[in-house]
């Protein structure tokens, strides 16, 4: 079985080639990822209809690099080279993305008459945690036990999942407005960082050792919203708006009128903390609840060192077993994306749509799809 696999739903174009034997180990043969970062960075996010123009761009370049042997006007291969299912993210992400690889899929199903299984983002995040391999080609999928939650935190998600196995999920709580990916790129933005923010607000934040800004550091506080809500739940708007009050007020303070360093290191110090706190707090709230064996972590956001390292305190105190994806595997990539898709359509489920078939075209993409259970 050679699977086909396609992620366009945020910034970065993404296609693999798996193939797999026994539906348990799996063989990347070829995989690419195109990011666009920098050129969403002058606008300090992702702007939907540039990330629709440039995945419009990469698919059918990076589709030949990954078939060499490929006839580009018709997409003919040599038998033996076809793939025999093709996995496409259809949400969630944003639209105008989402439809250009589930348009480009859909094409490619109907000349090589393949069969699509449409994929949930969430899902492949999911998996990319669960990713083993010795040797960076051949992958197996480790098995947590059960039941599992997975926290999901990204640029497009801040999410925590009960999972009773590796395709039935159950959504315990998720961000009420802004995800904790987006509030990191808005806070870099007003601290004059690049996107995406996440990785230089880390770089820092990680200049806080200087005993400077540890004393400033004291004076630098924000809220840990919904920290003690009964619920699993998160909110990370009112601390981004705490940051645009807090980043005012210092500066009328300060005689300059702008921020010093020390400043700057401490707002990042102190945010990291924040949104620490509270992402851990909720995901020990949902262990306990629900009495979970292992905890998985996915998306961009698990880049983060010291969101990483808490979860390993958190899971040596909770004597629950952690599943942390690989840094290659953090972003969006389609790799997983493949094996989620594979197993979502060995589950036998509805979204494995036949070639030629009205299901097959009729196929939307779903910016806010919610994770299947
Ligand atoms: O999963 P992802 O690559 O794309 C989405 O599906 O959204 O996540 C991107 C997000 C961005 O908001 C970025 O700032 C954040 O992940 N990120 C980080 C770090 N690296 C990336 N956030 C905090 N710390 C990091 N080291
Ligand atoms: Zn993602």
Redesign the pocket.
């Known amino acids: 079985m050679r699977i086909l696999a396609i992620e366009t739903?945020?910034?970065?174009t993404a296609m693999s080639l798996l193939e797999t034997r026994n539906g348990e180990t799996f063989e990347l043969l070829a995989h690419d990822v195109a990011s666009q970062i920098k050129l969403h960075t002058e606008y300090g996010g992702i702007v939907p209809m540039l990330a629709k123009r440039e995945h419009q761009a990469n698919l059918p370049l990076m589709l030949s690099k990954i078939f060499p042997n490929l006839v580009p006007s018709t997409c003919q291969l040599a038998p033996g080279l076809k793939p025999d299912l093709i996995a496409v993210t259809y949400g969630p992400?944003l639209e105008p993305a989402l439809w250009t690889g589930i348009n480009f899929a859909q094409d490619l199903a109907a000349k090589w008459d393949v069969p699509i299984v449409a994929t949930d983002?969430m899902h492949g995040?999911i998996v990319s945690a669960l990713l083993n391999t010795t040797d960076g080609k051949t992958y197996i999928i480790n098995k947590p036990e059960f039941p599992a939650i997975a926290l999901l935190?990204?640029?497009?998600?801040t999410q925590l999942v009960l999972m009773h196995n590796l395709e039935n999920f159950e959504v315990l709580g998720q961000t009420v407005d802004d995800?904790?990916?987006?509030a990191?790129?808005k806070v870099?933005r007003m601290l004059g960082l690049p996107?995406?923010?996440?990785?230089e607000?880390?770089k820092l934040a990680a200049r806080s050792k200087v005993k400077e800004a540890y004393e400033v550091n004291k004076l630098v506080k924000l809220p840990r919203p919904m920290l003690h809500s009964k619920d699993l739940n998160f909110s990370f708007s009112g601390l981004k708006t705490a940051v645009l009050y807090l980043i005012k007020k210092l500066k009328e303070e300060n005689k300059t009128g702008e921020l010093s360093d020390e400043q700057k290191i401490a707002i990042a110090h102190e945010f990291?903390e924040s949104?620490k706190e509270v992402l851990v707090k909720k995901t020990e709230n949902a262990i306990r609840d629900n009495r979970a064996l292992s905890l998985l972590a996915?998306?961009?956001?698990?880049?983060?060192?010291p969101?990483r390292e808490a979860l390993r305190d958190l899971v040596s105190k909770l004597e629950v077993e952690l599943y942390l994806p690989d840094n290659k595997f953090?972003?969006?990539n389609a790799t997983m994306i493949g094996i989620a898709g594979y197993l979502h359509s060995k589950a036998g489920t509805v979204n494995t749509l036949s070639p030629n078939s009205p299901e097959l075209a009729s196929l939307k993409a779903t910016g806010n799809l919610a994770l299947y259970k």
């Open positions: 739903s945020a910034d970065e992400g983002h995040h935190i990204s640029g497009g998600h995800s904790v990916g987006e990191f790129d870099a996107y995406p923010g996440g990785p607000i880390e990291i949104c996915g998306g961009g956001v698990i880049a983060s060192k969101i953090t972003g969006d």
